[in-house]
């Protein structure tokens, strides 16, 4: 794919507004021929695939090829490939750049993957892009403006199959400290394993579902022992969930 000659649809789970669009937005201005923004008004953070059925969508017009969507981010994909850049589709999605890592059973969870699942399920070449970080105050935007672009050359040049996305994430580092790009599987880490209880003012209980478990060790060759080491992770993600060697098994089971 020809970058300087491709048209880009840009979304994210984050919101329209989010300061990872505007990074985004930046890069892309600078290697596309043609820019679009369709994003949910709001943050949409872990809605995963998450597709409105039982209201109406409203899309609104917040300046030339920006738009926003009161919806998720597969609502936004959706309308911005099929009503607002029907006339000609993009070439390629890219979602983020999400505030945060997600890796290993993180994308299960994703706005910001799910937004990529979108485009590669309209036929669309597309990536989710994040930026993992250990200080909530402290967002290393930098590295990922910097590698975002280094990582999307490479992938112009791939030949990716139809029915797989790529799912990037960028380390806690300086960008000058990033020590590579490295291809790798989706690791192991369930995210929720601390519940936090309380009582409302009522007396009645109520339960917050906390972060991810912060091992210090991760399975050599995966995200996130990649992006924990300081590299940027690329790992290609396959929408066929079925198991090829549980199928054939269960196939003689039910002979």
Do not use: C
């Not at 209201?55 to 009161?70: E, M, N, Q, S, T």
């Not at 030949?159 to 400290?177: E, Y």
């Not at 060790?217 to 992770?233: C, I, N, Q, S, Y």
């Not at 969930?241 to 549980?246: I, N, P, R, V």
Request: aromatic share 6%; net charge positive.
């Amino acid at each position: 794919m020809n970058l300087a000659k491709s048209r880009v649809l840009l979304s994210n789970d984050d919101g329209i507004a989010a300061p990872g669009m505007k990074v985004l937005i930046r890069v892309a201005n600078a290697l596309f021929k043609e820019v679009w923004v369709v994003a949910p008004e709001t943050e949409q953070s872990a809605t995963s695939h998450s597709l409105t059925l039982r209201r109406p969508l409203r899309i609104r017009r917040a300046a030339a090829r920006r738009y926003g969507v009161d919806g998720t981010p597969t609502d936004s994909v959706l309308l911005g490939v099929q009503e607002v850049m029907k006339a000609a589709p993009p070439d390629m999605v890219l979602s983020g750049i999400n505030r945060g890592g997600n890796l290993g059973e993180d994308i299960t969870y994703s706005g910001t993957v799910a937004a990529a699942m979108e485009g590669t399920l309209l036929g669309i070449p597309s990536v989710a892009l994040s930026q993992y970080y250990l200080d909530r105050e402290q967002v290393p935007w930098k590295t990922a403006e910097v590698w975002t672009a280094k990582v999307l050359k490479h992938l112009a040049k791939a030949d990716w199959p139809k029915g797989v996305l790529m799912n990037v994430n960028f380390p806690d580092v300086a960008a000058s400290k990033v020590t590579g790009i490295e291809v790798v599987r989706q690791g192991r880490r369930k995210i929720g394993g601390e519940l936090q209880v309380g009582k409302d003012p009522r007396g009645d209980a109520y339960f917050w579902v906390g972060a991810a478990r912060d091992e210090e060790k991760f399975r050599p060759g995966t995200d996130l022992e990649a992006v924990h080491r300081g590299a940027v992770a690329v790992t290609p993600l396959s929408l066929d969930l079925t198991h090829a060697s549980t199928l054939n098994k269960l196939k003689g089971a039910f002979r």
